[in-house]
């Protein structure tokens, strides 16, 4: 091989070599990793934020339980209206009820902002004030997931997540079912395209 073959190889693989990871700094989807076995993650998407610490707060979107509001608060009339089921958002407060709600307005002043178009609800009163006044415009989740600074980076470098772009839509999107492995194929065949 010529050095000018060897220079022109080396300046072709050189983005390839460079090429950073996701931008964990920004919203984004996560998406597990087929071989990723684990009952809570194993087949989950979540939709993911940074934190002022330098770690990540996310929410599983596609994990629907059997209980409804009304299940849990029986004399809450309000939450009886609710037909959509509570879904399981992570590990962490898996014992209290927190709302992805898509219009600032419905939210509150209080609630924390994930991306344009798409709000957390955290507070109790809070919560139960989108469920009286606006759950049509809302997701509710019993739950949620952290990560520690450095961590998600960590698990990104291990493979466990394919990294989507965050869409407040999807996040929202009222049946999940299909959602996971329609995901799994448009990673991988964006993973095959490079």
């Known amino acids: 091989m010529t050095l000018r073959k060897l220079v022109l190889l080396c300046a ?7 090429r950073a990871g996701p931008d964990t700094g920004e919203p984004l989807l996560l998406v597990a990793q087929p071989q990723l076995q684990s009952d809570i993650f194993g087949s989950a998407i979540i939709f993911v934020r940074p934190t002022d610490g330098g770690g990540h707060v996310g929410i599983i979107i596609n994990r629907p339980t059997t209980a409804k509001l009304g299940d849990l608060f029986p004399d809450d009339e309000a939450s009886k209206k609710v037909a959509d089921p509570l879904y399981l958002g992570g590990p962490e407060s898996y ?18 902002p994930l991306m344009p178009g798409l709000f957390l ?20 989740f019993l739950g949620l997931v952290t990560w520690g600074p450095g961590q ?15 869409d407040a839509k ?3 999107e009222k049946k999940t079912d299909g959602l996971w492995e329609e995901l799994v194929r448009r990673s991988e065949a964006k993973a095959h395209s490079i």
Do not use: T
Not at 12 to 18: E, K, Q, V
Not at 95 to 112: I, T, Y
Not at 152 to 166: C, I, P, Q, S, T
């Open 12 to 18: 072709l693989l050189a983005p390839l070599a460079l």
């Open 170 to 172: 999807l996040v929202l």
């Open 95 to 112: 014992n209290r009820v927190f709302a992805l709600v898509d219009r600032k307005d419905a939210a509150g002043k209080d609630a924390l």
């Open 121 to 140: 609800v955290a507070e109790g009163n809070a919560v139960d004030r989108v469920i009286a006044a606006d759950p049509e415009h809302a997701r509710f």
């Open 152 to 166: 998600l980076d960590e698990e990104l470098d291990r493979g466990f997540w394919y990294v989507d772009k965050a």
